[in-house]
């Protein structure tokens, strides 16, 4: 009978040996607490606003880019919105749900675009999910007032524009 053990190991594979101690799992280090986003502020002004197109229009034709550059305030609803000529269609749509995602969710399309490449797909089950870098809140006096989308070129492309956009604001 002890020869049925190792018999039976050797016509499956596998071997026998005697249950070793359970070792117990390894700790992982504490997730950092999540950095609280900044609070809703007042919405952006039509004016403000069109400035803010101004800027990313005029950084687009430098770089030769044709684009469309939507602005929200802060529960995603458009303020101000331009499409530059020649400009594809589909960036209408794609420029403003930036801008509403940023706003609504208070984060950078971008930084959701890398959480979903660095494979927390999960977001996506979100209908409202818009991962593609080039949305950004309006942030002022540490409270968000809007957000801009701009889309025509690539997400990084998109993204900069709307960064230059900002930088002036």
């Known amino acids: 009978m ?8 050797v016509c499956f594979g ?7 101690a359970q070792t ?16 809703y502020g007042l919405p ?23 684009m469309a550059i939507a602005v929200v305030e ?19 749509f794609v420029a403003q749900r930036k801008a509403e995602y940023a706003a609504r969710y208070r984060l950078p399309t971008a930084v959701a675009e890398e959480r979903v490449q660095a494979g927390r797909v999960v977001s996506l089950a979100n209908p409202e999910a818009f991962t593609i870098g080039g949305g950004i ?19 990084a492309q998109d993204a900069a524009v709307a960064e230059v956009a900002l930088a002036g604001n």
């Open 2 to 9: 002890k020869a049925l053990p190792a018999l039976v190991a």
């Open 14 to 20: 596998f071997a026998v040996t005697p249950a070793l």
């Open 24 to 39: 117990p799992p390894v700790q992982a280090a504490p997730a950092p607490a999540p950095v609280a986003a900044p609070p």
């Open 44 to 66: 952006i002004g039509l004016a403000d606003a069109q400035a803010l197109i101004d800027r990313a229009m005029a950084e687009a034709a430098r770089s030769g880019f044709r």
């Open 74 to 92: 802060p529960s995603g609803e458009l303020v101000a919105f331009a499409r530059m000529d020649d400009t594809q269609y589909g960036s209408i």
């Open 137 to 155: 809140p309006i942030v002022r006096d540490g409270k968000i007032v809007g957000a801009i989308g701009v889309s025509g070129a690539t997400a």
